[in-house]
């Protein structure tokens, strides 16, 4: 039992759901190492819990509907607390609160780090209530928190977005940029590798190459201090803007030995007009020039992208030019959409001609072209071999195998040798032996156990 000032917290269970970017799940990590201190455990079954929390995304009208529906569903249960956090909530909150009587509590982006009190207030009889009011402070510090077991971590080292893109609800929902300083980082990082066991870290943020503009730092300044932390094997950053790529970055990708051969660098549209009327403040002949410097300072290095299908009166033409930027910067694999206007983004409020079947029309395309262009890609993986590190099993068609990840982000499947042989976290070199536009098999040539050998 805790006992916090009257009010006693028992064990109690909490259930969480997310919905969104990988932002979003890094919230949801700090929100339940949080409940940790409150008596929480957390717990996969709904039924089982005693509080349920919903962290939401704004971006995509088809999460927003499963939220909904979810959070629907769940006035059923009436001895448990119930609470919304995330995008939704931070524009929403009255209107969550008012629609769904059995609703507790609402909180904002900017509030995960008050979890504990709010659950406090709930818990000894407020209802009702939200909070959502933006972190006015100037510095921005955190510690990252984790609660899972396994080597890899998300670190923040970004919060917000000064962007603007016209159909994005990012920076209504997320706030101005505000970065963490480089030192707190790199001591933040060294703890999880001392104390945690953190191999590999994904530096996070909406916009993680606007880092350190405020504090007079950047994102290359911290990969190569991050890079000195003895244990720490990889380190992967997201997401990037165009704009923000800067020629220190890129000679970094060619420099550092422990930065990702991957890097995902969404590009949107390959049209120069519907870049402009999306906002997004570069040309497609300033991302290919990027994309060439990339390469040319790491031949190894491979690309993804995001694509946006039917921007508002996208034409044939204009479509087209983003089917011939596939052809020229040859991705290892896309996020592609249909557009979806966002309420109260300059998009939504753009006349638009298109229908749904055409948007439907023009991403079934986009995805076709893509998947030739990617099949090429992967056969030439074949006979080659990678380092992976292994993340789990899953059935692939009806088989058990083992699945892991490699240094340029690519899901690898194989059998393990031996049929009891647990490779959960293992480092291993797979040699790949079988490679289609969406998956690649390989077999183990070599495995290094929990941790790589120094100098390897
Ligand atoms: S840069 Fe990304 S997060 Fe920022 S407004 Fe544009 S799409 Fe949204």
Same mark, same amino acid.
């Given at each position: 039992?805790?006992?916090?000032?009257?009010?006693?917290?028992?064990? @109690?269970?909490?259930?969480?759901?997310?919905?969104?970017?990988?932002?979003?799940?890094?919230?949801?990590?700090?929100?339940?190492?949080?409940?940790?201190?409150?008596?929480?455990?957390?717990?996969?079954?709904?039924?089982?819990?005693?509080?349920?929390?919903?962290?939401?995304?704004?971006?995509?009208?088809?999460?927003?509907?499963?939220?909904?529906?979810?959070?629907?569903?769940?006035?059923?249960?009436?001895?448990?607390?119930?609470?919304?956090?995330?995008?939704?909530?931070?524009?929403?909150?009255?209107?969550?609160?008012?629609?769904?009587?059995?609703?507790?509590?609402?909180?904002?982006?900017?509030?995960?780090?008050?979890?504990?009190?709010?659950?406090?207030?709930?818990?000894?009889?407020?209802?009702?209530?939200?909070?959502?009011?933006?972190?006015?402070?100037?510095?921005?510090?955190? /510690?990252?928190?984790?609660?899972?077991?396994?080597?890899?971590?998300?670190?923040?080292?970004?919060?917000?977005?000064?962007?603007?893109?016209?159909?994005?609800?990012?920076?209504?929902?997320?706030?101005?940029?505000?970065?963490?300083?480089?030192?707190?980082?790199?001591?933040?990082?060294?703890?999880?590798?001392?104390?945690?066991?953190?191999?590999?870290?994904?530096?996070?943020?909406?916009?993680?190459?606007?880092?350190?503009?405020?504090?007079?730092?950047?994102?290359?300044?911290?990969?190569?201090?991050?890079?000195?932390?003895?244990?720490?094997?990889?380190?992967?950053?997201?997401?990037?803007?165009?704009?923000?790529?800067?020629?220190?970055?890129?000679?970094?990708?060619?420099?550092?030995?422990?930065?990702?051969?991957?890097?995902?660098?969404?590009?949107?549209?390959?049209?120069?007009?519907?870049?402009? @009327?999306?906002?997004?403040?570069?040309?497609?002949?300033?991302?290919?020039?990027?994309?060439?410097?990339?390469?040319?300072?790491?031949?190894?290095?491979?690309?993804?992208?995001?694509?946006?299908?039917?921007?508002?009166?996208?034409?044939?033409? /204009?479509?087209?030019?983003?089917?011939?930027?596939?052809?020229?910067?040859?991705?290892?694999?896309?996020?592609?959409?249909?557009?979806?206007?966002?309420?109260?983004?300059?998009?939504?409020?753009?006349?638009?001609?298109?229908?749904?079947?055409?948007?439907?029309?023009?991403?079934?395309?986009?995805?076709?072209?893509?998947?030739?262009?990617?099949?090429?890609?992967?056969?030439?993986?074949?006979?080659?071999?990678?380092?992976?590190?292994? /993340?789990?099993?899953?059935?692939?068609?009806?088989?058990?195998?083992?699945?892991?990840?490699?240094?340029?982000?690519?899901?690898?499947?194989?059998?393990?040798?031996?049929?009891?042989?647990?490779?959960?976290?293992?480092?291993?070199?797979?040699?790949?032996?079988?490679?289609?536009?969406?998956?690649?098999?390989?077999?183990?040539?070599?495995?290094?156990?929990?941790?790589?050998?120094?100098?390897?």
């Amino acid at each position: 039992m805790i006992k916090v000032g009257d009010i006693e917290f028992p064990k @109690r269970k909490v259930w969480m759901k997310t919905y969104g970017c990988q932002m979003n799940y890094h919230d949801t990590e700090r929100i339940l190492s949080h409940l940790k201190e409150l008596n929480f455990e957390h717990t996969e079954d709904q039924e089982d819990a005693d509080l349920l929390l919903f962290n939401t995304c704004a971006i995509r009208d088809l999460a927003n509907q499963k939220f909904y529906s979810h959070l629907g569903n769940t006035k059923k249960y009436k001895e448990v607390k119930i609470g919304v956090g995330g995008c939704i909530a931070q524009t929403d909150s009255k209107d969550l609160l008012k629609k769904y009587q059995h609703l507790n509590f609402a909180f904002g982006t900017d509030a995960i780090d008050n979890i504990k009190e709010m659950v406090f207030r709930a818990y000894s009889g407020d209802n009702k209530f939200a909070v959502t009011s933006w972190d006015r402070s100037e510095n921005y510090s955190i /510690e990252t928190k984790i609660t899972h077991g396994s080597p890899q971590a998300f670190v923040n080292i970004i919060k917000g977005c000064d962007k603007f893109c016209s159909y994005c609800i990012v920076p209504f929902t997320r706030g101005r940029e505000k970065s963490r300083k480089l030192q707190e980082i790199v001591d933040d990082t060294k703890k999880l590798v001392e104390y945690s066991g953190i191999q590999e870290v994904t530096l996070l943020g909406q916009n993680v190459n606007s880092f350190g503009k405020d504090n007079g730092e950047s994102l290359a300044q911290l990969i190569q201090e991050l890079e000195k932390i003895n244990g720490l094997e990889l380190i992967r950053y997201t997401t990037s803007h165009p704009y923000d790529v800067s020629d220190e970055l890129i000679e970094v990708h060619g420099s550092s030995k422990k930065l990702a051969n991957h890097l995902h660098l969404p590009i949107q549209s390959g049209s120069n007009t519907v870049l402009q @009327r999306m906002l997004r403040q570069y040309t497609v002949e300033h991302y290919l020039e990027l994309v060439e410097k990339l390469r040319k300072a790491n031949p190894e290095i491979v690309l993804s992208t995001d694509i946006i299908a039917g921007f508002p009166n996208e034409t044939r033409q /204009e479509h087209e030019a983003t089917l011939e930027l596939l052809n020229k910067a040859q991705y290892d694999f896309i996020y592609s959409y249909n557009f979806s206007a966002r309420p109260g983004t300059k998009a939504s409020r753009m006349k638009d001609i298109l229908t749904a079947d055409i948007r439907g029309e023009r991403l079934r395309e986009i995805q076709a072209h893509q998947l030739e262009i990617q099949e090429k890609i992967r056969s030439q993986m074949v006979g080659k071999t990678y380092r992976v590190l292994v /993340e789990g099993k899953s059935s692939f068609k009806g088989e058990t195998k083992w699945r892991g990840r490699t240094n340029c982000y690519r899901i690898v499947h194989f059998l393990p040798k031996e049929l009891e042989q647990n490779y959960q976290w293992h480092w291993v070199d797979v040699k790949i032996t079988s490679a289609t536009a969406l998956s690649c098999q390989g077999e183990v040539v070599q495995d290094f156990g929990r941790r790589l050998p120094i100098f390897s």
